[in-house]
């Protein structure tokens, strides 16, 4: 119905505008989107970035005061570094810390020169430490071997308490310098580690703002994809009414031609009838009145009303075809075929073999189907019996989803190009004089085999044969 269509898309076309209009929308929504996960990206790196320089700025603050801590544990073991107390007291105990200190000494300044390995200096200083440490344990030991020889005197022993502290105070001076220089980078370092914290937490609360935001734009698109589906249920809905509307109107439409077509065939049966009998009277009671052309007009009468009887008799058939429910059940597709060659054996006579592949059984309607196997046998016969030898063969195939049977003949088939014209209704591909029927029987074939979810098409060359084939579904409910 063209009207329909007209008034569908018509329907349709503001559901489509409206889908249009809401575009600008979604590519904001997007872009926003893009935007935002390219900026949680940027600031994940920024984010790690930080981190790092934070976290280094940390262990580089840890490092500075580790090395304060071992500067000052070295000047304090350095002035345990004497045997004056020892040399005066004799005490054994001072002595003893005298060797620890000279033994822990040694440790503390190995760690000072890896701990400030990457500071030249550093290492300059602490090379002038280690050297005037060196003289101040030389010193000890040369003093301490004239204490164990009893060759110590008071002015020896003043020389020496004169010696150690002119040594201890360069020692200081060098322990403060490396001590200043530590302190200097570690308030650079410091502050490195607060910017870097300050850049740390800013890049968290951008993180959580850029959060936020995607948050704030999941909503809005939920909210819009919420509105947008109940407009499109709304223009579903409406189309649904349109659509059911139509079918009623189609459904009433259908009824009316139903009933047109059955007023029709009814009314023009009689008429028919009466002129096919009065036609049947004149050519038996007054057969002596007429001269052989008044004959052959009569006949003619007769033929064209008994074929235009045939005619309205299929196109009932092919009307109720649509109308019939289908009853679905698996059927012993051979048993069928077999019966319809027999019955067309016994009314027929055809001289026609007829060999039958054993067939696969298939679910469907069994009436319809046996109607569609007495189409397609019946014009195998028809179009092969010019033939000396005429032969029919029935065979078949599966595929994963469906069940194909074929007639084939060795007939005077037809050509390709017109095999569009095969299953309409009245369309013919050889002239009535030739071959009888009434161009409706292929169409039934094919509006039964369509009913069922199946396909039929036809294969052939001129004074070659032809070949039908319809399919049927393996499961069909």
């Excluded at 195998?380 to 078949?396: D, F, G, M, N, Q």
Aim: proline letters at 2%; aromatic letters at 8%; hydrophobic letters at 40%.
């Amino acid at each position: 119905m063209p009207a329909s269509s007209c008034q569908i898309q018509d329907l349709i076309a503001p559901a489509n505008s409206t889908k249009i209009m809401r575009l600008p929308f979604e590519k904001v929504l997007i872009g926003f989107f893009v935007f935002v996960t390219i900026a949680v990206i940027g600031l994940a790196i920024l984010n790690y970035q930080s981190n790092r320089s934070y976290y280094r700025s940390v262990a580089a603050v840890d490092h500075t005061n580790e090395i304060l801590k071992l500067n000052a544990k070295a000047l304090s073991t350095i002035q345990d570094l004497t045997v004056r107390s020892y040399i005066t007291t004799g005490d054994s105990a001072l002595l003893s810390a005298y060797l620890t200190s000279s033994r822990s000494l040694e440790g503390y300044m190995r760690q000072l020169r890896r701990f400030t390995a990457d500071n030249a200096d550093q290492q300059l200083l602490i090379d002038s430490l280690d050297y005037y440490t060196g003289e101040r344990s030389a010193m000890a030991r040369r003093y301490l071997a004239l204490y164990d020889a009893h060759q110590l005197s008071d002015t020896v022993l003043s020389d020496y308490t004169a010696a150690s502290r002119t040594g201890m105070l360069a020692i200081k001076k060098l322990s403060a310098r490396i001590a200043k220089n530590e302190e200097k980078l570690l308030a650079a370092r410091t502050a490195l580690t607060r910017s870097n914290r300050e850049r740390f937490d800013v890049s968290i609360e951008l993180v959580f703002v850029v959060i936020v935001l995607l948050l704030i734009g999941c909503t809005v698109a939920v909210i819009h994809y919420i509105r947008q589906r109940k407009a499109f249920e709304q223009d579903i809905t409406k189309l649904n009414m349109h659509l059911q509307k139509k079918v009623e109107e189609l459904r009433s439409a259908n009824q009316e031609l139903e009933s047109f077509s059955y007023s029709v065939s009814h009314d023009l049966r009689a008429p028919l009838r009466i002129i096919d009998g009065f036609a049947k009277i004149v050519s038996d009671d007054h057969a002596d009145a007429l001269n052989d052309e008044g004959k052959r007009f009569i006949e003619t009468i007769r033929s064209n009303a008994q074929r235009m009887g045939m005619l309205i008799d299929d196109l009932l058939s092919f009307s109720r075809i649509s109308r019939k429910e289908l009853a679905i059940r698996e059927i012993n597709m051979n048993a069928l075929v077999e019966n319809v060659k027999d019955n067309l054996m016994l009314i027929d006579k055809p001289r026609a073999t007829i060999s039958i592949q054993p067939l696969c059984s298939a679910c469907c309607d069994d009436h319809l189907i046996r109607q569609v196997w007495i189409n397609l046998i019946s014009n195998a016969l028809k179009y092969s019996r010019k033939r000396e030898h005429p032969e029919v063969a029935i065979t078949w195939e599966q595929t994963r989803t469906e069940i194909i049977y074929a007639v084939r003949d060795n007939g005077v088939g037809f050509d390709m190009q017109y095999a569009g014209k095969l299953f309409g209704v009245f369309q013919r591909l050889h002239k009535a004089t030739e071959y009888e029927g009434t161009g409706v029987g292929l169409a039934l074939v094919h509006r039964i085999v369509t009913r069922h979810s199946g396909r039929v098409w036809a294969e052939s060359s001129p004074d070659c044969g032809a070949t039908f084939y319809f399919s049927l579904p393996k499961h069909l409910n």
